[in-house]
Structure formats: structure tokens, C-alpha cells
Nanobody, 124 residues
């Protein structure tokens, strides 16, 4: 079992920055690929970023590429999402997730463990 707790969300103006953190407990996160997803009201949960077990490989969709950066610190069992140049359309609940899948993936179905989420609101 892995327990994930997100923090760092809040209210920020458009163009601003936030860094989300995900603290893991239970099994060491170095055995898992880690991902960030988000869900806006009335929309499906969508992929934001993922990072491999070692931290060498990362994925992100075009919508956030160049603005969001995922990183991890396996010694601290933590994963981070640095968000810059935030836009109102980035407003959502952001979730941290862990996957034991062999391949690094954008597919939320292969993520085994999820946090409760942290709200990010970007005002225009």
C-alpha cells in the first residue's frame, strides 16, 4: 500500500506560479512511476505529467509542456509539480498518483494509488 498526500495548492493570479508536493508513505515510491492528473468541474480527469521510477524519463501533454515540470526525490519519498505561467484553464483539483506498470504511462487506468487532491485556482 502507498498513501499519497498532496499539498501546495491555492489561489494564484494568471501568469503566476505554484509548486505542488506529493508526500508518500508506505511502500517506497522508488518502485513506482509517479504521475500528476487534474480534474476541473464537469470534466474528466486528465493527465498532466509523469516521471519514471528513476526520474530519468518524463511525459507531459502539449497543454502544459514548457510550463509545468515534474520532479521527484526518492530519498524523501516525494514528487513535485512546478507550475509556471499559470492560466485560468489550469484551474482544477490536482491529484498525485503512483503506478506499478512496467511502462511510464499517461493512462490513469494504470495508476494504482491516488491522493485526495489539492485545489488550484487561477484567477484572470
Amino acid at each position: 500500500q502507498v498513501q499519497l498526500v498532496e499539498s501546495g495548492g491555492g489561489l494564484v493570479q494568471a501568469g503566476g506560479s505554484l509548486t505542488l508536493s506529493c508526500a508518500a508513505s508506505g511502500r517506497t515510491t522508488s518502485r513506482f512511476h509517479m504521475g500528476w492528473f487534474r480534474q476541473a468541474p464537469g470534466k474528466e480527469r486528465e493527465f498532466v505529467a509523469a516521471i519514471s521510477e528513476s526520474g530519468i524519463s518524463a511525459l507531459s501533454p502539449d497543454a502544459v509542456k514548457g510550463r509545468f515540470t515534474i520532479s521527484r526525490d526518492n530519498d524523501k519519498n516525494a514528487v513535485y509539480l512546478q507550475m509556471t505561467s499559470l492560466k485560468p484553464e489550469d484551474t482544477a483539483v490536482y491529484y498525485c498518483a503512483a503506478s506499478s506498470n512496467f511502462l511510464l504511462s499517461r493512462n490513469l487506468a494504470v495508476y494504482d494509488y491516488w491522493g485526495q487532491g489539492t485545489q488550484v485556482t487561477v484567477s484572470s
